[in-house]
T-cell receptor, first 112, second 113 residues
Framework: DTEVTQTPKHLVMGMTNKKSLKCEQH?????MYWYKQKAKKPPELMFV???????INESVPSRFSPECPNSSLLNLHLHALQPEDSALYLC???????????FGSGTQLSVL | DQQVKQNSPSLSVQEGRISILNCDYT??????FLWYKKYPAEGPTFLIS?????DKNEDGRFTVFLNKSAKHLSLHIVPSQPGDSAVYFC????????????FGQGTTLQVKP
C-alpha cells in the first residue's frame, strides 16, 4: 500500500462551521505533513509531525488545528475559517522527517 | 523571498524530443532537491531526487542535474511522451531531516503528439 488517503475530496463550509480533514497512510511512515496550495501557486508547508509530535508549525493561524492521533492518521480541524482560506489542502507522509514525500490527492476546500 | 524559482511557467515539446525543465535556488544551505509532477485534481507525485553531494541522478527517462556553483538544477526527460504533460515542481530542503520542503512555482509541460 503506497497511498496517502485524504477525505473528503471536496468540502464547502461557512465561516461559522467546524469541520475536519482526515489523512491516512499505512506505509509505516513516521512523518506526516499538511500543505496548502492556492490556484497556480506552489504548495506551502503548514505543519510537520514527526513520530506523532508536532515539530514544525509555519505560523499557521489558530483557526487551523492539527492532530495526530497515531502514526497512521493525521487530522486538520477547521473552525471559523475565512474565504481566503479556500484552497487545496494536501496531506503527505515520508519514512522519516525530510525524506521523499508521498502526497494524497488533497481536499478542495471552499469557504463561503 | 522566493528561495526556489522556476522561471518558465510553461514549456511545449514534441513527442520523442527532450524536455528540459529548469530550477534556480538562492539558499546555499539547501542540500536535498526533488522534482514532483502534478496532474489536475491530484496530489504531487515524486519523480526523482538528488543530494547536494552529487551532480547527476538518473532514473529511466528522467535525469536531474545539479550545478551547485550556479545554484541551478534541471530535469531532463528523454524521450518525452504525451503522458508526461503535467505541472512539474522543483523542491528543496535545508538539511534532509528538517521536513521543510520549499517548492518552486511550477512549470506546465505540454508534450504534443
Amino acid at each position: 500500500d503506497t497511498e496517502v488517503t485524504q477525505t473528503p475530496k471536496h468540502l464547502v463550509m461557512g465561516m461559522t462551521n467546524k469541520k475536519s480533514l482526515k489523512c491516512e497512510q499505512h506505509m509505516g511512515h513516521r512523518a506526516m505533513y499538511w500543505y496548502k496550495q492556492k490556484a497556480k501557486k506552489p504548495p506551502e508547508l503548514m505543519f510537520v509531525y514527526s513520530y506523532e509530535k508536532l515539530s514544525i508549525n509555519e505560523s499557521v493561524p489558530s483557526r487551523f488545528s492539527p492532530e495526530c492521533p497515531n502514526s497512521s492518521l493525521l487530522n486538520l480541524h477547521l473552525h471559523a475559517l475565512q474565504p481566503e482560506d479556500s484552497a487545496l489542502y494536501l496531506c503527505a507522509s515520508s519514512l522519516d522527517r525530510g525524506g521523499k514525500l508521498f502526497f494524497g490527492s488533497g481536499t478542495q476546500l471552499s469557504v463561503l | 523571498d522566493q528561495q526556489v524559482k522556476q522561471n518558465s511557467p510553461s514549456l511545449s515539446v514534441q513527442e520523442g524530443r527532450i524536455s528540459i525543465l529548469n530550477c534556480d535556488y538562492t539558499n546555499s544551505m539547501f542540500d536535498y532537491f526533488l522534482w514532483y509532477k502534478k496532474y489536475p485534481a491530484e496530489g504531487p507525485t515524486f519523480l526523482i531526487s538528488i543530494s547536494s553531494i552529487k551532480d547527476k541522478n538518473e532514473d529511466g527517462r528522467f535525469t536531474v542535474f545539479l550545478n551547485k556553483s550556479a545554484k541551478h538544477l534541471s530535469l531532463h526527460i528523454v524521450p518525452s511522451q504525451p503522458g508526461d504533460s503535467a505541472v512539474y515542481f522543483c523542491a528543496a530542503s535545508v538539511r534532509r531531516n528538517t521536513g521543510k520542503l520549499i517548492f518552486g512555482q511550477g512549470t506546465t509541460l505540454q508534450v504534443k503528439p
